[in-house]
Structure formats: structure tokens, C-alpha cells
């Protein structure tokens, strides 16, 4: 089984890891501006709208995520101690809530990246 020690160690790599996201939506949301404001070749241009969206949902996931994880957290650990069968019930739901969003996003940023793939051969005239 796991103890209170993984819960908190589990949690606050799930924060730093989404931190990350963060910057790199960010990253990806400026990088894109860039792209299609001031390097005007089609090239460019077709790369930027998809990394735009891509970088957004990076960022407000990863925004989501990190806002979240300290009072998951304190939940899990609270409900370890108090409730362990709540603990499992509930999380296990949620975990399975989060795993269809994820594939959902990987899809997405996927489907987002053969776009960008794709406007990239078109505008590379």
C-alpha cells in the first residue's frame, strides 16, 4: 500500500510537473506571436495558430493542475488517516475523470500537430 509521505510526495510532483506545463504554454503562446506578427514567411505562419491553441491548453491545464494539486493534497492525506475506503472510492473515481480528459487533450494536441504539419506543406511555397 502507500503511506501519507507518497500522497505528499506524489502531489507536489504533480504541482511541480504542471509548473512546467505552465511555462511551457506560455513558451509556446509567445513563440507563436512571434511567428505570425513578425517572422512573416508562410511557414511560419502555418506553424503559429496550431501552436497557439496547443500552447493554451498547455497553459490552462497546467494552470489548472498546479491551482488544484495542494488541496487534493490535503484531502487525500486528511481522508487517510479519517476514511481510508472514502479515500479510494473517491479517488479512484476522479483519477479515472482525469484519465479520459487527458486522452481527450492528447488527441487534440495531436490532431492540432497534423494541422500544423499539414499548413506547414501547404504554405511552404
Known sequence: MFTKADIEKY???????????????????LA????????????????????????IIQGV???????TADEYRKDNVFAYDL???KLES???????KVKKRLTILLIAEASFFVTAVV?????KK
Open 11 to 29: 502531489f507536489l510532483a504533480k504541482k511541480k510537473c504542471s509548473f512546467v506545463f505552465l511555462i511551457l504554454g506560455i513558451v509556446a503562446i
Open 32 to 55: 507563436s506571436v512571434i511567428f505570425f506578427a513578425f517572422i512573416k514567411t508562410n511557414w511560419y505562419k502555418g506553424f503559429a495558430v496550431p501552436l497557439f491553441i496547443i500552447g
Open 61 to 67: 491545464v497546467g494552470y489548472q493542475v498546479y491551482k
Open 83 to 85: 476514511n481510508p475506503a
Open 90 to 96: 473517491q479517488e479512484m473515481a476522479r483519477m479515472q
Open 119 to 123: 499548413l506547414l506543406l501547404v504554405y
